[in-house]
C-alpha cells in the first residue's frame, strides 16, 4: 500500500533555531513530493520536487527530495514564530486525475 | 498562482439536513477537482475526485449517496452532506491544477469549509 510517514509528529524549538523535518515515502508510482505549510485553514504551497538531489528554496525555507532512498527533508533556518504550523508531505503517484496522499503532518511549534 | 475559492467558509447545520459546499476555480479552467476532509489534528484525506461532465471517483470508505460531487462546469464543483450527522462534522476542503500549463503543478487549496452539525 502507498503511503507517506512523516516525522517528528510534533517539535518543538526557539526562535533562531535550524528544524529538519522528514518525510519518507513508499508509492509504486512516483510522480513527484509536495510539501504544504498549514496554519489555522488550507494549506499553502511551499515546494514541489520531482527530480533528486536539486534543492529548491525560498527565503529561510530549502527542501530536497532523494528518489533512491525515498525520502524528503524541509530545512527551515534562523525560525521565527510565524513559522509556527502543521508542515504537510504529499506526493502524486499518477497523472493530472490523480490527487494528493498526505502524511499525517509534522506540528512545528517555535516558542519566543 | 493560481486561485481557487471555497465557500462557505464556515456552517453551522442541524442533524439530518443537507449542505453543500461551492468549489471555484478563479483564473484558470479545472476538468478535474479534489475533495478532502480533514478531522482535528490528522492529516487531509482524499474523498474524491470531481470530473467535469462526468461522475465522480470516490475512494474507498466513502459513501457517494452521502456527498454527492457535481462537476457542472470546468470551474464549479460542489460538494452536498446529505443528511448531514455530526460524524460529518470536519474540515472538509477542494483543491484544483491548472493542467494547461504543465502535468506537473502543484494543487492550490480551497479556504476550506469547517462544517458542524448539531
Known amino acids: 500500500e502507498d503511503k507517506v510517514v512523516q516525522s517528528p509528529l510534533s517539535l518543538v524549538v526557539h526562535e533562531g533555531d535550524t528544524v529538519t523535518l522528514n518525510c519518507s515515502y513508499e508509492?509504486?508510482?512516483?510522480?513527484?513530493l509536495l510539501w504544504y505549510k498549514q496554519e489555522k485553514k488550507a494549506p499553502t504551497f511551499l515546494f514541489m520536487l520531482t527530480s533528486s538531489g536539486i534543492e529548491k528554496k525560498s527565503g529561510r525555507l530549502s527542501s530536497i527530495l532523494d528518489k533512491k532512498e525515498l525520502f524528503s527533508i524541509l530545512n527551515i533556518t534562523a525560525t521565527q514564530t510565524g513559522d509556527s504550523a502543521v508542515y504537510l508531505c504529499a506526493y502524486y503517484s499518477g497523472g493530472g486525475a490523480d490527487g494528493l496522499t498526505f502524511g499525517k503532518g509534522t506540528h512545528l511549534i517555535i516558542q519566543p | 498562482g493560481a486561485v481557487v475559492s471555497q465557500h462557505p467558509s464556515r456552517v453551522i447545520c442541524k442533524s439530518g439536513t443537507s449542505v453543500k459546499i461551492e468549489c471555484r476555480s478563479l483564473d484558470f479552467q479545472a476538468t478535474t477537482m479534489f475533495w478532502y476532509r480533514q478531522f482535528p489534528k490528522q492529516s487531509l484525506m482524499l474523498m474524491a475526485t470531481?470530473?467535469?461532465?462526468?461522475?465522480?471517483?470516490?475512494e474507498q470508505g466513502v459513501e457517494k449517496d452521502k456527498f454527492l460531487i457535481n462537476h457542472a462546469s470546468l470551474t464549479l464543483s460542489t460538494l452536498t452532506v446529505t443528511s448531514a450527522h455530526p460524524e460529518d462534522s470536519s474540515f472538509y476542503i477542494c483543491?484544483?491544477?491548472?493542467?494547461?500549463?504543465?502535468?506537473?503543478?502543484?494543487?492550490?487549496f480551497g479556504q476550506g469549509t469547517r462544517l458542524t452539525v448539531v
Open positions: 483543491s484544483a491544477r491548472d493542467l494547461t500549463r504543465t502535468m506537473n503543478t502543484e494543487a492550490f
Open positions: 508509492v509504486t508510482n512516483f510522480r513527484s
Open positions: 470531481s470530473n467535469e461532465g462526468s461522475k465522480a471517483t470516490y
